[in-house]
């Protein structure tokens, strides 16, 4: 079965300190995608990044950073310098499997408050 | 290029009704996922519907149908409302029905029922 896990509910911290949000998942499928979304209040689910299980790779995109790591199979995310507009709710999600249908497992989500 | 939009953007229900939720997907995708995020929850995946069938079903009971069109837009439709089906539903449309294709999500439907 596929599953994702967000430990962190809730992370509060004061704006340009760095944060990071942790992710771990687990399947049997050789071939998987991870991705992080984020939900401002609005509700509406923003793509951030996809990775494909083959790419370990770290990314980086301006203040925003994904560490991959297979071996311990997590996926996490880093804001650099956060700011109050980080604040909203994220998703780590997984794709992937026979089925290839691309429906996504969430995680329980963590929301993020950036203080002033 | 139009993104996915969904209707009604609120809706209040009471035990027992029937409710009809719409999605119109992005331009360019044939393909319409539909999934239910509780309270403080994660969405949960429903079914999705690709070319006009269905290409997939989470754990939901057969109330909870869905139908797509020919220009690609979809319905989400639940019978017998329970109070348990108060959540936000979300549409998500991508360009083709794989783990590969990254979804882009509407704005969601908040359903309410008492």
């Known amino acids: 079965a596929q599953k994702v896990t967000q430990a962190q509910t809730e992370i509060s911290v004061v704006e340009k300190e760095d944060v990071t949000l942790d992710c771990v998942y687990e399947?049997?499928?050789?071939?998987?995608?991870l991705f992080w979304y984020k939900q401002p209040p609005s509700g509406e689910l923003v793509f951030l990044i996809r990775?494909?299980?083959?790419?370990?790779q770290n990314e980086i995109s301006g203040r925003y950073s994904w560490n991959f790591q297979k071996s311990t199979s997590s996926f996490n995310f880093t804001i650099t310098a956060s700011q109050v507009v980080d604040s909203a709710v994220y998703f780590c999600a997984l794709s992937g499997g026979s089925s290839n249908t691309g429906k996504l497992i969430f995680g329980q989500g963590t929301t993020l408050q950036v203080k002033p | 290029e139009t993104g996915v939009t969904q209707s009604p953007t609120h809706l209040i229900k009471t035990r027992g009704q029937q409710v009809t939720l719409r999605c119109s997907s992005q331009s360019g995708h044939n393909t319409v996922s539909w999934y239910q995020q509780a309270l403080g929850q994660g969405p949960q995946f429903i079914f999705q519907?690709?070319?006009?069938?269905?290409?997939g079903r989470g754990n939901f009971p057969p109330r909870f149908s869905g139908l797509q069109f020919p220009n690609y837009s979809s319905e989400l439709n639940v019978n017998a409302l329970e109070l348990d089906d108060s959540a936000l539903y979300l549409c998500?449309?991508?360009?083709?029905?794989?783990?590969?294709?990254?979804?882009?999500f509407g704005p969601g439907t908040r359903l309410t029922v008492l």
């Open positions: 519907y690709y070319r006009e069938e269905e290409n």
């Open positions: 998500a449309s991508s360009s083709e029905a794989t783990a590969y294709n990254e979804q882009f």
């Open positions: 399947t049997r499928d050789t071939t998987y995608y």
């Open positions: 990775r494909n299980s083959f790419d370990e």
